[in-house]
């Protein structure tokens, strides 16, 4: 889940001039239509899940209505952290403009050709311990971050029907059935 939370920037805990020098950074000084922060200043904040747990068998949500209480088990349990890939962008504009410098400062000996020895390698088979390791790097994790496909969703507020519709699953329906009346523990 990733999800964008728009930044108070008339706030006097904002400072205004760190927001548009993140902008700038992340952006740079030409307008397109896939920058980050359109308005030339940081207005807003992503936010990443990661799985917090994948035993979930101990979780459950509870709400208190009427003098009953209503437990349901929980199928997942996602942790939203700030997502920093605006840096990320930044640095790699950086490194851009670099590159772009040290590029135009070679201009002697461009008539000579440079020859160089080049050694060939064959690849030997992966063992398991560097193939955990390769599926446990931060390059490996970001390229199949990318690769998972998107779903957009719409947000309901709290008060909407269909919040209200959806809450309404978190009630036990059938209060007066004998299968209702005991909770089992599962095992360890």
Not at 4 to 24: F, V
Not at 98 to 108: F, I, M, R, T, Y
């Amino acid at each position: 889940v990733e999800l964008e939370m728009a930044i108070n920037t008339m706030s006097p805990n904002y400072c205004r001039s760190k927001g548009e020098q993140i902008a700038l950074n992340v952006d740079g000084t030409t307008y397109e239509e896939t920058n980050t922060y359109s308005t030339k200043i940081m207005d807003k904040q992503t936010f990443a899940s990661i799985q917090a747990t994948t035993n979930t068998s101990r979780y459950a949500a509870a709400v208190f209505r009427k003098g009953e209480l209503h437990i349901t088990p929980l199928q997942g349990i996602l942790q939203m952290r700030p997502s920093f890939t605006y840096l990320d962008r930044a640095d790699g504009k950086q490194r851009e403009r670099e590159a772009a410098n040290e590029g135009g400062d070679s201009s002697q000996d461009e008539g000579e050709e440079d020859v160089k020895a080049i050694t060939v390698r064959f690849s030997r088979p992966e063992s398991e311990q560097a193939r955990q390791r390769r599926v446990q790097s931060y390059d490996f994790l970001q390229k199949k971050q990318a690769e998972e496909p998107w779903v957009h969703l719409h947000y309901h507020s709290l008060n909407d029907g269909r919040s209200e519709h959806e809450r309404q699953y978190l009630y036990c329906q059938a209060m007066d059935t004998a299968d209702n009346s005991e909770l089992v523990k599962t095992p360890k």
